[in-house]
């Protein structure tokens, strides 16, 4: 790809896809992993660093191979991530310190409930975006919660001059959610998955696959108009004996890494690392490629028909304890 230079030249906005793997179910270890890898991505010249879903303290692959695991969720409880917690302020002073916005993925500790979350820190450490996950996927139900309205809001401007917006997983595969993003005119989109397999050719479903995950990324961007980074887990050997998932439905083999970077027309843009290691890809995004794209497809402005199909949503919050004077105040 051809950089433009000169007065009236595209801005370039360097940005990093993690391909990592947790310290498994261990917060403070993991903790210093993400530091150090958003200080590594820095050091490259990223101005942006994405990672996976439930990078801190690892995805809980064990659900696909036994839903009940009284110790393994005790121990997963106790090493997910709070928001207001030395941890989590830790991760903010990193992105201040190297002056780098990070996407974080994270298994949310919430009074002891469980929330796949994601979280948008600008580069100069400030908390942008905190969401959770709208619907957990399948299994993930035994282990994790679901999102109230306000998770709805994922996209923030940044320091970087664009907005950036995040979904987990297959909420990629949602048309309302992911047309509840695109509406926010998100620029640079922050796609995180777990560990992910290779299709095997059986009748397993192809859309769960490395490739089918990957789709929906591309997908995402093309109608977007957005750049995507799509972020995925690692899973080891040392993984898989931890959670004991060698026979389970996913994850039961070494590797799950396909990081990868998509054009707003769906190109890559970065290069591929063999999945079984650890890595971070890069891309440089000339942002003006986003701005060619909207052009000819736009889905929330000249290519839509809001006379005729429209969404409609709920952006509040909802609580399991409400003072009766919030009531009468929302009334």
């Given at each position: 790809m051809t950089i433009p230079t000169g007065e009236g030249a595209s801005r370039i906005v360097r940005v990093a896809a993690?391909?990592?793997?947790?310290?498994?179910?261990?917060?403070?270890?993991?903790?210093?992993?993400?530091?150090?890898?958003?200080?590594?991505?820095?050091?490259?010249?990223?101005?942006?660093?994405?990672?996976?879903?439930?990078?801190?303290p690892g995805y809980p692959a064990w659900i696909w191979t036994r839903p009940l695991d009284f110790a393994a969720n005790a121990k997963y409880i106790k090493n997910s991530l709070k928001i207001d917690s030395p941890e989590f302020r830790k991760i903010q002073a990193c992105a201040a310190k190297n002056k780098i916005v990070v996407s974080l993925g994270f298994s949310e500790n919430d009074e002891n409930s469980l929330y796949i979350a994601q979280a948008t820190i600008d580069s100069?450490?400030?908390?942008?975006?905190?969401?959770?996950?709208?619907?957990?996927?399948?299994?993930?139900?035994?282990v994790y919660g679901e999102a109230s309205g306000n998770s709805l809001i994922n996209v923030s401007k940044?320091?970087?001059?664009?907005?950036?917006?995040?979904?987990?997983?297959?909420?990629?595969?949602?048309?309302?959610?992911?047309?509840?993003?695109?509406?926010?005119?998100?620029?640079?989109?922050?796609?995180?998955?777990p560990p992910l397999d290779p299709h095997n050719g059986g009748p397993d479903l192809w859309s769960l696959s490395a490739e089918g995950c990957q789709t929906f990324s591309r997908t995402y961007?093309?109608?977007?108009?957005?750049?995507?980074?799509?972020?995925?887990?690692?899973?080891?050997?040392?993984g898989i004996e931890v959670m004991d998932t060698s026979k389970g439905a996913i994850m039961a083999t070494p590797g799950g890494g396909y990081a990868a970077i998509f054009g707003p027309d769906g190109r890559q843009l970065s290069e591929n690392i063999p999945c079984t290691e650890e890595g971070i890809v890069y891309a440089d995004l000339v942002m003006d490629d986003a701005l060619n794209a909207r052009a000819f497809l736009d889905v929330c402005g000249h290519y839509s028909r809001a006379d005729m199909l429209w969404?409609?949503?709920?952006?509040?919050?909802?609580k399991c304890v409400t003072d009766k004077e919030s009531v009468e105040e929302n009334i």
């Open positions: 993690t391909q990592v793997e947790p310290v498994w179910f261990d917060l403070h270890k993991t903790v210093d992993k993400a530091c150090a890898l958003i200080t590594e991505a820095a050091e490259n010249g990223a101005q942006l660093i994405s990672f996976p879903e439930a990078f801190i100069d450490g400030a908390l942008l975006m905190k969401r959770r996950k709208m619907k957990a996927t399948h299994m993930e139900r035994t940044t320091n970087l001059g664009y907005r950036v917006g995040s979904l987990a997983c297959w909420e990629h595969a949602q048309p309302l959610l992911k047309y509840n993003t695109y509406s926010q005119r998100e620029e640079i989109h922050c796609a995180a998955w961007a093309m109608e977007s108009q957005a750049f995507v980074l799509h972020s995925t887990g690692i899973i080891s050997q040392e969404l409609g949503r709920d952006t509040s919050e909802r």
